[in-house]
């Protein structure tokens, strides 16, 4: 069965730097793909990041950056020059290829991060 | 205009009420979907729709009853709820797969959600 796990229920990082959030997940497919979404306290979901399973390179967009490590099933997001914008709950989800664009998307339990001035 | 619209944001209902939840995709998608958040959970997938036709119910009460009239619509029709219900309801939507690839890489798109409170 597919699983996302978060482990960080919680993450403090200054201003200016960067921060790691960890995501790993467990599935038999071969074909799947991860996102990442942000979710600030208003409530709204906004996507940041995919990884294929079959991308050679690991994605980037802008100041996001996904480690992945397939081998150790494992998509950690990467935030650098965090900003106070930044402080949010951030999820990992999976869905597999086999369901096609209606797949169910599993999501992990979460991470809040803080960012400090 | 926003991709994926919410209404009402904020809802206060008794258990005997019955009351609707409104979402419109302005994203031309095919799929759309709706997902409970509880405090301190992750994300529960409820209701898939694609192409209007509703492809998975993933053991929702029945008292939850969702309506898709056209690829763009989707409603959540509530009546006697119970208090585990108030939550956070999100809708999404996502556009078709890329032909040549061998990953899901559609992401779903999502509303503001509705903030429910049930008396």
């Known amino acids: 069965a597919q699983k996302i796990t978060q482990t960080q229920p919680g993450m403090f990082v200054q201003e200016k730097e960067a921060v790691t959030l960890d995501c790993t997940y467990d599935?038999?497919?071969?074909?799947?793909?991860l996102f990442w979404y942000k979710q600030p306290s208003s409530g709204e979901m906004i996507f940041l990041i995919y990884?294929?399973?079959?991308?050679?390179q690991n994605a980037t967009e802008g100041r996001y950056s996904l480690n992945f490590q397939k081998a150790r099933k494992s998509a950690n997001l990467v935030i650098s020059a965090s900003q106070l914008g930044d402080s949010a709950m951030y999820f990992c989800?999976?869905?597999?290829?086999?369901?096609?664009?209606?797949?169910?998307?599993?999501f992990g339990q979460g991470t809040t991060l803080q960012v400090k001035p | 205009e926003t991709g994926v619209t919410q209404t009402p944001r904020h809802l206060v209902m008794g258990m005997t009420n019955k009351k609707s939840l409104k979402c419109e995709q302005h994203?031309?998608?095919?799929?759309m979907y709706w997902y409970k958040q509880s405090a301190k959970k992750p994300l529960e997938l409820m209701f898939v729709?694609?192409?209007?036709?509703?492809?998975e119910n993933n053991s929702v009460p029945s008292r939850f009853s969702p309506e898709c009239p056209n690829s763009s619509h989707l409603f959540l029709h509530l009546h006697t709820l119970q208090p585990e219900d108030s939550a956070l309801y999100l809708c999404?939507?996502?556009?078709?797969?890329?032909?040549?690839?061998?990953?899901?890489?559609?992401?779903?798109?999502f509303g503001d959600g509705t903030r429910l409170s049930i008396l």
């Open positions: 999404a939507s996502s556009g078709p797969e890329e032909k040549d690839r061998k990953s899901s890489n559609q992401p779903q798109h």
């Open positions: 599935t038999s497919d071969p074909s799947y793909g």
């Open positions: 990884q294929g399973s079959y991308d050679q």
């Open positions: 989800a999976m869905r597999d290829r086999l369901r096609g664009n209606t797949g169910k998307l599993i």
């Open positions: 994203l031309g998608h095919n799929a």
């Open positions: 729709y694609n192409f209007k036709e509703q492809t």
